[in-house]
T-cell receptor, first 116, second 113 residues
Framework: NAGVTQTPKFQVLKTGQSMTLQCAQDMNHNSMYWYRQDPGMGLRLIYYSASEGTTDKGEVPNGYNVSRLNKREFSLRLESAAPSQTSVYFC???????????????FGPGTRLTVT | SQKIEQNSEALNIQEGKTATLTCNYTNYSPAYLQWYRQDPGRGPVFLLLIRENEKEKRKERLKVTFDTTLKQSLFHITASQPADSATYLCALPPDTGRRALTFGSGTRLQVQP
């Protein structure tokens, strides 16, 4: 099993350009997440999908859109990139949504995005 | 809203010693807490889960405690090795309707040979 895969690994964009970050998991997990990680800020939740067909905003959703394409895939789109979106983006998945019952999250290797 | 605090300063210790990392939280009473390890350039990896009714949890050289009165979890690595050098993150379940973990900013551990 590959676990959680992300593409691309690295990307440089100019301000105003758009791009989609791809994420796929092969563990038959119901829930998927997008985080960004900045120095000193920790992991901040952008969007999540508790189950196929649903998406919800996280802590920092502005400037992003997501699509839960099917149970395996969850993409993150930047419509008009800004320098403030320079960050490392991690996709994660879990068996079920976090809540009363605890499910560990499995993370992908990350996408390092620079917006100039 | 919930707030998670981990020491932002790196912890440097000698090989063989016990490393102790702290995770404090406020405005919240979580049902459980998780710890993750993150190596440079890689995604976090789950290590341990401890529930509110558990005082202590062990896994090999790792030990986690959970003090719901102090609102604190301690993460211990005994007989530390240079290979333990990494950033360690604590994570809590949401205090709102949001159904995803909230992560602390992590503490970097450096084990010197």
């Amino acid at each position: 099993n590959a676990g959680v895969t992300q593409t691309p690994k690295f990307q440089v964009l100019k301000t105003g350009q758009s791009m989609t970050l791809q994420c796929a998991q092969d563990m038959n997990h119901n829930s998927m997440y997008w985080y960004r990680q900045d120095p000193g800020m920790g992991l901040r939740l952008i969007y999540y999908s508790a189950s196929e067909g649903t998406t919800d905003k996280g802590e920092v959703p502005n400037g992003y859109n997501v699509s839960r394409l099917n149970k395996r895939e969850f993409s993150l789109r930047l419509e008009s990139a800004a320098p403030s979106q320079t960050s490392v983006y991690f996709c994660a998945s879990s068996e079920a949504p976090t809540g009363t019952f605890s499910y560990e999250q499995y993370f992908g290797p990350g996408t390092r995005l620079t917006v100039t | 809203s919930q707030k998670i605090e981990q020491n932002s300063e790196a912890l440097n210790i000698q090989e063989g010693k016990t490393a102790t990392l702290t995770c404090n939280y406020t405005n919240y009473s979580p049902a459980y807490l998780q710890w993750y390890r993150q190596d440079p350039g890689r995604g976090p990896v789950f290590l341990l889960l401890i529930r509110e009714n558990e005082k202590e949890k062990r896994k090999e050289r790792l030990k986690v405690t959970f003090d719901t009165t102090l609102k604190q979890s301690l993460f211990h690595i005994t007989a530390s090795q240079p290979a333990d050098s990494a950033t360690y993150l604590c994570a809590l379940p949401p205090d709102t309707g949001r159904r995803a973990l909230t992560f602390g900013s992590g503490t970097r551990l450096q084990v010197q040979p």
